[in-house]
């Protein structure tokens, strides 16, 4: 029998970690912002082939953080404030990574309805038994080389001409084919807000004479982002029980400053005890993780020490 919030913590403590914050939740979006900004102002200052890939590699764990916020809005806890949910978080947040909270919603609410069962529609992404190094090693080499990006620009074109159905799951299926005028509509009813945002952020940085920059932007996409977001989706859920005990389905790791920086942006590295209570938002996750562990109600199979023992714990010789 699955074991719930109301199971372990009292109503008291359910209402303390449930509280929302709109200060918590502007500062999170601003820092994300910010050191994106600090990245494009350093490759501007020292136009070195090092800093370009810091450069990457830290916009590409920003541009998850974005998606955090997202995924964050879709459950209504990056704000207090419902229209800074839907809206502030939608333009700032998921449009530039080529997302949006409500399309989100609806799917990711489905993961947590069926988490671990064969009606998760994220069970594409977690792997029941560990996959061999090699094939570890080669989508990991596909994620930094861009592959795995160009592949997604291609899946999200086709999910907003709505020839896909929407999917973050890895395991996208055909939608209904229309005529050739209905996919094309589609798609510029859904592309045109990414488009706007994208543009937006490279006519900033062609205004400040420096567009060029926004390639940056785009590399990380391609390739860090692809990175973080395989790594961060195995931490969460592969090789884990096939039960809907949320206790045994979810995984929580371990980040040190490096991975908060890249894979763990706003507390997902908390996962477990995000599945117990969605209703929390980021900045009390840790808290929440330490009143369960407090209680001892953490299993040790369920917790990883950190994402390189995730990668052990995913892979086989």
């Not at 700032?92 to 997302?99: D, I, M, N, Q, T």
């Not at 909270?101 to 489905?110: N, P, S």
């Not at 908390?270 to 009143?291: D, G, I, N, S």
Request: charged share 20%.
């Amino acid at each position: 029998m699955s074991v719930g919030a109301a199971d372990l913590l009292t109503r008291d403590e359910i209402k303390f970690f449930t509280r929302r914050s709109n200060v918590a939740g502007a500062v999170a979006i601003a820092w994300s912002w910010a050191v994106i900004a600090g990245c494009f102002a350093a490759v501007v200052l020292v136009p070195h082939p090092a800093v370009f890939v810091a450069a990457v590699i830290l916009v590409g764990g920003r541009q998850l953080a974005l998606a955090v916020a997202m995924h964050e809005a879709a459950h209504g806890t990056m704000f207090r404030t419902r229209w800074c949910n839907e809206v502030l978080v939608d333009w700032l947040c998921a449009r530039p990574v080529w997302s949006d909270v409500a399309r989100y919603r609806v799917h990711h609410l489905g993961h947590h309805a069926h988490t671990g069962t064969e009606r998760d529609p994220d069970l594409g992404l977690a792997l029941a038994e560990p996959m061999s190094r090699g094939s570890l090693v080669r989508k990991l080499l596909r994620d930094v080389s861009g592959l795995s990006g160009l592949r997604r620009v291609l899946g999200l074109l086709a999910i907003d001409a709505e020839l896909l159905q929407y999917d973050v799951g890895g395991n996208p299926r055909r939608a209904k084919l229309r005529s050739r005028g209905y996919h094309l509509r589609a798609l510029l009813r859904n592309v045109w807000r990414p488009i706007v945002a994208n543009a937006v952020l490279f006519g900033v940085l062609a205004v400040l004479g420096h567009a060029w920059v926004y390639s940056v932007w785009i590399v990380a996409y391609l390739t860090m982002f692809s990175l973080v977001l395989r790594v961060r989706s195995l931490a969460e859920h592969a090789c884990t029980a096939r039960t809907d005990d949320q206790l045994l389905n979810t995984r929580t790791t371990r980040a040190n400053l490096l991975a908060r920086m890249t894979f763990a942006p706003l507390h997902v590295n908390y996962h477990l005890e995000h599945h117990l209570l969605p209703t929390v938002p980021y900045w009390q996750l840790p808290k929440l993780h330490r009143r369960l562990a407090a209680k001892d109600a953490l299993p040790p199979q369920s917790l990883a020490s950190g994402y390189m023992h995730v990668l052990q714990l995913v892979s086989r010789p």
